[in-house]
T-cell receptor, first 111, second 114 residues
Framework: DAKTTQPTSMDCAEGRAANLPCNHS???????VYWYRQIHSQGPQYIIH???NNETNEMASLIITEDRKSSTLILPHATLRDTAVYYC????????????FGTGTSLTVIP | NAGVTQTPKFRILKIGQSMTLQCTQD?????MYWYRQDPGMGLKLIYY???????DKGEVPNGYNVSRSTTEDFPLRLELAAPSQTSVYFC?????????????FGPGTRLTVL
């Protein structure tokens, strides 16, 4: 699976958009980008995933660059409850059954 | 639909004791996983299962055992507890096939070994 690089921490003002970047320069053609988040002491929660096209759901938007070497998770109107660690994970559909979490980005939403 | 449930929520063990962490899912998922998370770190995969009767090692399997006799249950066994096993343990199950890797996590078991 491709390695990902994320900033260690970020702050965002409440009500503003939170843009969380992820670099995955070694991604290959069949590898998906997944985002999970973990609110303090809870189990991780799935947010969104994508392959090539930008994706949007009720929680967030995922923007993947055309060369697929990086992506950005966008929380359009951050709330205090969005304070969490956000994990960007890249894996292929047929590359085994393991799923590697890194250390993620700790997002703090400031009132 | 309860999702993934784990018991107990908290446990303190003495060195050398054994225990079983329970995990149950009611979503009829074939794939189930056990992770551990040490303070300030990401999750590391201990064991996983692709269906009843089939299990395999993850990144950090030493000191643990698993079994999968039913689709719903995936218990994790610690035989001789050591302080290095102090951690938060998460169970997860996976839906979908092919590219979809949406995993659903339980609330975790916080284990302290003294």
């Amino acid at each position: 699976d491709a390695k990902t690089t994320q900033p260690t921490s970020m702050d965002c003002a409440e009500g503003r958009a939170a843009n969380l970047p992820c670099n995955h320069s070694t991604i290959s053609g069949n590898e998906y980008v997944y985002w999970y988040r973990q609110i303090h002491s809870q189990g991780p929660q799935y947010i969104i995933h994508g392959l090539k096209n930008n994706e949007t759901n009720e929680m967030a938007s995922l923007i993947i660059t055309e060369d697929r070497k990086s992506s950005t998770l966008i929380l359009p109107h951050a709330t205090l409850r969005d304070t969490a660690v956000y994990y960007c994970i890249v894996r292929g559909s047929n590359t085994g059954n393991q799923f590697y979490f890194g250390t993620g980005t700790s997002l703090t939403v400031i009132p | 639909n309860a999702g993934v449930t784990q018991t107990p929520k908290f446990r303190i063990l003495k060195i050398g004791q054994s225990m079983t962490l329970q995990c149950t899912q009611d979503m009829n998922h074939n794939y189930m996983y056990w992770y551990r998370q040490d303070p300030g770190m990401g999750l590391k995969l201990i064991y996983y299962s692709v269906g009843a009767g089939i299990t395999d090692k993850g990144e950090v399997p030493n000191g643990y055992n698993v079994s999968r006799s039913t689709t719903e249950d995936f218990p994790l066994r610690l035989e001789l507890a050591a302080p290095s096993q102090t951690s938060v343990y998460f169970c997860a199950s996976r839906e979908g096939s092919g590219g979809s890797w949406t995993q659903y996590f339980g609330p975790g078991t916080r284990l302290t070994v003294l």
